[in-house]
């Protein structure tokens, strides 16, 4: 039970991180969701790696243009 609960949450993150990635591209692109989408799958599978992993790397890119310098103080 434990890891039907443990595989279920890890799905959900995964699904989460795609679409927040296909926001993301979305915005940035300006073009629309299945578009965002397939650029998501097509980098992807010319990688040959999982498209939750693009979908990561895309998240933690906007993140680190985002992030204070270290030792910024608000």
């Known amino acids: 039970l434990r890891n039907n609960e443990q595989s279920l949450t890890t799905a959900l993150e995964a699904g989460r991180e795609t679409s927040m990635a296909v ?6 692109l300006q073009i629309d969701r299945v578009q965002a989408f397939e650029k998501l799958r097509s980098e992807a599978r010319s990688n040959r790696i999982k498209i ?4 990561n790397a895309v998240l933690l890119s906007v993140e680190a243009q985002v ?6 103080t608000h």
Do not use: F
């Open 67 to 72: 992030k204070p310098a270290s030792g910024t």
């Open 23 to 28: 926001g993301i591209l979305m915005e940035r």
């Open 52 to 55: 939750t992993h693009i979908a």
